[in-house]
Every structure is written in structure tokens, then in C-alpha cells.
């Protein structure tokens, strides 16, 4: 599945088309995380620095309608990146049409464009969002290259990414792009072992792909967060109030059956009485009584974890273990970040939106290998699925 990279290509004097992935929350005008601008950096950097004439473009939230347009503009982000860039960035209020074409076409070598979010074209007949192929046709001429670097759309066939790649233009990967294939790829497909998961978050119902294909491939699933008791009623054990998908119950049976003991549950829950900080907490080995809902893992359970991740050589996390938004139950995110904080030569992965926000608002952003930027995307991968993004990108 090696795929050719913008190091695969000649740059110089060329016009490159750079898909980005630029969907950064935007509040009264301003960004308020930059985070995937700073991760596109290298590729444009690179294009850039190789005489390449950077067309850089890339969804914002979603349009609709023409009111959506409000707030979604990709001019904030064009600023942004051209403080991180240290030039001079152009951008232009277009997707389509002669100011766009005229500004391509008077691009020096090593210049940086940015146009409009590429949603924009959703208003008239969600021709981005359904990869209208006019549409990918007609960005695919105003370059010689396409660049790919959109990991976190990289699950949908839109025309910013599939429908330029499908014109028959030369697609390549960006840096971001193939860091995560990479990353994520090995780690499910041909994993240093043992190789352990982590998935937790709230519910079975958005893992279940993940969990099946890493039953074949893991050689230890852990389990924590809201799913916990899921599968404690699977397997007959009482869970108070505890978030439960009843309709899943058999699903998990079925699950745990498989696994054997691959798969390991919680031994023991934080519980409080309501989905809130304010009350007090209390410890359960097991079953949880009626009145009280799990909210994080016990702390023996963070030694059980801990225990067995001693020996990881892999370890992807899916997942928070709790309600870490909550102090009170945000300990056994941190007790199993901890433990992998501490593992020496293993590759730890987190692909998850939520998983990563975890990891840096507790503070252990630094201590992961790798944390994927695409929360959708990512949890594809995990489950083993072809994304179209990738698969549309030049084999090596
Ligand atoms: P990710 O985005 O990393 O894939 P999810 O979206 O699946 O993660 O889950 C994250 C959410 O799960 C968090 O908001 C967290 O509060 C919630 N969660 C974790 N444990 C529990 C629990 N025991 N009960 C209810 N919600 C939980
Ligand atoms: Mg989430």
C-alpha cells in the first residue's frame, strides 16, 4: 500500500494543487486552535521550498446554506498560516472562477495561495460534499499536481480529494498523509508485539468495527469507558444507572465469546450518583448497585491495565477510559496514559478526537509516537476499512 509522496515528484516551477486538512474551530473570526494548520506545515513548506507554486485549499465546518457561509471562510486561516510561514500568503474569496484562475496563473515559484473553503460549493447541489466530477475536473486544470495532505477527510469521497485525484492528474501524499497511514497502518497491519488496544469512550455502537478487526490483530483489548457496562450486562453482571446500549448486549456477547481472553474488562468503577463533579464518588469492585453509574475505571483496574502494558511494544488507544472532562473521573485517563508515558521503545498510538484532547488537556501529548489528527478517518483505519482518500493517491 505504499503510496507516492510529494518526495516523489518534481516541484519546481509547477502548479501544486495542496489539499489540506484546515478545519480549525473558528470563534467570532479568530481561530482558537491551530493545530491542524501547524500540521500541514511541512508539506507546504516543502512545496514551497522546492519551487512549487502552492495552491492550498480545504473544507471549514459545514454549508448548507448561504447563511452557514457565515464564520466558515478560509481567510483567517490564510492570515494564520502566513504568521507560521513567516510570508507572504494570498488568498482569494473564490473556489471557482477568473480572479481565482488569474491569481494561479501570475503565481511565482514558491508563492502560497489559499482559496475558499471548498464548501462553499455545497450550497448549490453539495457538489464538494458528492464529488460532483465537474467539479473535481475543473480544480484538478488549475494545477499540474495534486498533493493530498487531508488525512482527516481522507474517509469520504469528496471532490476536493477523490474527484482530483480521479481527473488522471499526478496524486501524491503529503508528509501528514503518509505520517498517519504509516503510523496507524503499521500498527494494525503489521504491528511490533505485543501489540495492545485501548478503546473505551462512550459508546459499543461507534467501535464495534474497531473492536472486531482488532480482535484478529491485537493480543490484548482493553476495555474502559461508558462501553464497560455494555459488556458487564453481557455478561449478567448488574450496572446501576450506568450507560448501557441495550440493543448491543448480544453484540457484546458475541464479542466477549470471540476474544477469549484477549479481551479484558474492568475490575473495579468510579461511580457517582449523577452525570456530575459535585456529588461524591464511590469505588466498586464489579457490580455497581442501583442509584450509581460508572463513570471512569477503579484504580485497580489502572494496575491490571498497567500491567499488561508493561510489555507493549504497540499500543493504540481509542477511547478515554472515563468522563475525563470531569475531574473526579478523570483518573483512569491519566493512570493509563501514565502507564504508557513510561513504556521504553514501543510505538503508542491515539486515534481518536476525543482520546487526543484527553492526552493534551491531561498533559501527555509529548509521551505518544504518534497522535492522528483525523478523529473519523483514524477510527476507519483502525477498523481496516479502504479509505477512498487514500486509496485515490499514485501507488509508489
Ligand atoms: P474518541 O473521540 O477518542 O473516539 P469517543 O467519542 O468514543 O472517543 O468517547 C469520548 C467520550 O466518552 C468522552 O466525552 C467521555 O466523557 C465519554 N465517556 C467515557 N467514559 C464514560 C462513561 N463511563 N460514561 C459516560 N460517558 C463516558
Ligand atoms: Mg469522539
Not at 461511580?271 to 466498586?284: G, I, K, L, R
Request: charged share 25%; aromatic share 6%.
Amino acid at each position: 500500500m505504499a503510496k507516492k509522496t510529494v518526495e516523489d515528484i518534481e516541484l519546481e516551477g509547477k502548479k501544486v494543487l495542496v489539499r489540506a486538512d484546515f478545519n480549525v474551530p473558528v470563534a467570532d473570526g479568530a481561530i482558537t486552535d491551530d493545530t491542524r494548520i501547524k500540521a500541514a506545515l511541512p508539506t507546504i513548506k516543502y512545496v514551497s521550498q522546492h519551487g512549487g507554486k502552492a495552491i492550498l485549499f480545504s473544507h471549514l465546518g459545514r454549508v448548507k446554506t448561504e447563511e452557514d457561509k457565515e464564520g466558515k471562510s478560509l481567510a483567517p486561516v490564510a492570515k494564520r498560516l502566513g504568521e507560521l510561514v513567516e510570508r507572504n500568503v494570498t488568498f482569494i474569496p473564490q473556489t471557482r472562477g477568473k480572479e481565482l484562475e488569474d491569481a494561479i496563473a501570475n503565481m511565482q515559484d514558491g508563492e502560497i495561495v489559499v482559496f475558499e473553503n471548498t464548501r462553499f460549493e455545497d450550497i448549490d447541489g453539495k457538489k464538494e460534499s458528492k464529488n460532483d466530477p465537474e467539479l473535481g475536473k475543473y480544480w484538478a486544470s488549475l494545477g499540474d499536481i495534486f498533493v493530498n495532505d487531508a488525512f482527516g477527510t481522507a474517509h469520504r469521497s469528496h471532490a476536493s480529494n477523490v474527484g482530483i485525484a480521479s481527473s488522471g492528474i499526478p496524486t501524491v501524499a503529503g508528509f501528514l498523509m503518509e505520517k498517519e497511514i504509516k503510523f496507524i497502518g503499521e500498527a494494525v497491519e503489521s504491528p511490533k508485539r505485543p501489540m495492545i488496544a485501548i478503546l473505551g469512550g462512550a459508546k459499543v455502537s461507534d467501535k464495534i468495527g474497531v473492536i472486531e478487526n482488532l480482535i484478529e490483530k491485537a493480543d490484548k483489548i482493553l476495555i474502559g469507558g461508558g462501553m464497560t457496562y455494555t459488556f458487564y450486562k453481557a455478561n449478567g453482571e448488574d450496572i446501576g444507572n450506568s450507560m448501557v446500549e441495550e440493543d448491543k448486549v448480544e453484540l457484546a456477547k458475541s464479542l466477549i465469546e470471540k476474544a477469549g481472553d484477549k479481551l479484558v474488562l474492568p475490575v473495579d468503577s468510579i461511580t457517582a450518583s449523577e452525570f456530575s463533579n459535585d456529588v461524591a464518588t464511590q469505588t466498586y469492585e464489579g457490580a455497581i448497585p442501583e442509584g450509581q453509574m460508572g463513570l471512569d475505571i477503579g484504580p485497580k483496574t489502572v494496575e491490571k491495565f498497567s500491567d499488561i502494558l508493561k510489555d507493549a511494544k504497540t499500543v493504540v488507544w481509542n477511547g478515554p477510559m472515563g468522563v475525563f472532562e470531569m475531574s473526579n473521573f478523570a483518573k483512569g485517563t491519566i493512570g493509563v496514559c501514565e502507564a504508557i508515558a513510561n513504556l521504553q521503545g514501543a510505538t503508542t498510538i491515539i486515534g481518536g478526537g476525543d482520546s487526543a484532547a484527553a492526552a493534551e488537556s491531561l498533559g501527555f501529548s509529548d509521551d505518544f509516537t504518534h497522535i492522528s489528527t483525523g478523529g473519523g478517518a483514524s477510527l476507519e483505519l483502525l477498523e481496516g476499512k479502504t479509505l477512498p482518500g487514500l486509496a485515490a493517491i499514485n501507488d509508489k
